[in-house]
């Protein structure tokens, strides 16, 4: 893909998702869905008029990662921290249930034990960018509720981690190593409590830096490099990006330039 057809790709995701995604907001719904639609509408699946490059797959990767960065920002650590036990009950049933129903679904269908636990654990992912996204847009993301789902979803993806880390050891030898799992999750939520304590402990630093700077928006990239640091930091960990992204914004988000 040349600059003339990746910018023409842009002009026309950007128009198609702001028109679709205003009408569905018009209609009382979140304009994700309508953001949503106009993705399949210019897929291979109907109109095939974009392209699903690596380009733009790296792009709205990124995007998630500023969509998450921008709603740590306006979450408050404290709320979060006081759902723990609810989001961490959400999580596990929101894990174990379609893990236990894919696994039983694929020894009905007579395969292997392995194959069972493979089948069990692709389908305990969630994705954290689409509930995020409406709860924000229906201006629910700052209620219990939203806290909730939010914590869930992190905490999801920590559990995912570990359940790729059995299916990694029973590919590999063909037993689950304990070891192995506890250290995934217990690197995984000491990436996440190291990055916001550490964070909360020298945000002071951050606010003292960008208060030295002069040139024009020194703030918006000063956040944006701790942002993409910690989404790669917690790339490097196992886990996704975005985690990095949310933990970003809550930690910026105890500081004066919030």
Do not use: C
């Not at 392209?51 to 733009?56: C, E, I, K, S, V």
């Not at 921290?81 to 694929?106: N, R």
């Not at 999801?156 to 050891?169: C, K, M």
């Not at 020298?202 to 002069?214: D, I, Q, R």
């Amino acid at each position: 893909m040349d600059l003339k057809e990746f910018l023409l790709s842009l002009i026309i995701i950007y128009i198609s998702a702001r028109l679709l995604g205003e009408l569905a907001a018009r209609l009382g719904q979140s304009a994700v869905l309508g953001e949503l639609l106009a993705g399949v509408a210019l897929g291979g699946s109907v109109l095939n008029l974009v392209q699903a490059t690596d380009t733009l797959k790296l792009l709205g990767e990124v995007g998630i990662i500023l969509l998450l960065f921008e709603i740590g920002l306006e979450s408050d650590l404290q709320s979060f921290l006081k759902v723990g036990w609810s989001a961490a009950t959400v999580a596990i049933l929101g894990v174990v249930t379609p893990f236990l129903l894919g696994y039983a679904l694929a020894l009905a269908l007579h395969m292997t034990q392995f194959q069972a636990v493979f089948i069990g654990v692709a389908l305990t992912p969630t994705s954290v960018a689409i509930p995020v996204r409406v709860l924000h847009d229906l201006g629910r993301l700052a209620t219990t509720e939203g806290n909730i789902i939010l914590g869930a979803a992190v905490l999801d993806d920590i559990l995912a981690l570990v359940g790729l880390s059995v299916i990694v050891g029973m590919a590999e030898s063909g037993i689950v190593s304990w070891f192995e799992v506890g250290r995934t999750a217990g690197l995984a939520i000491l990436f996440l409590t190291l990055a916001i304590l550490l964070g909360i402990r020298y945000a002071h630093l951050f606010s003292g830096l960008v208060n030295k700077m002069n040139t024009r928006g020194a703030l918006v990239i000063a956040a944006m490099i701790f942002a993409l640091l910690l989404s790669y930091s917690a790339d490097a960990v196992g886990l996704a990006p975005l985690v990095g992204a949310l933990a970003a914004g809550l930690v910026l988000a105890k500081t004066e330039h919030h």
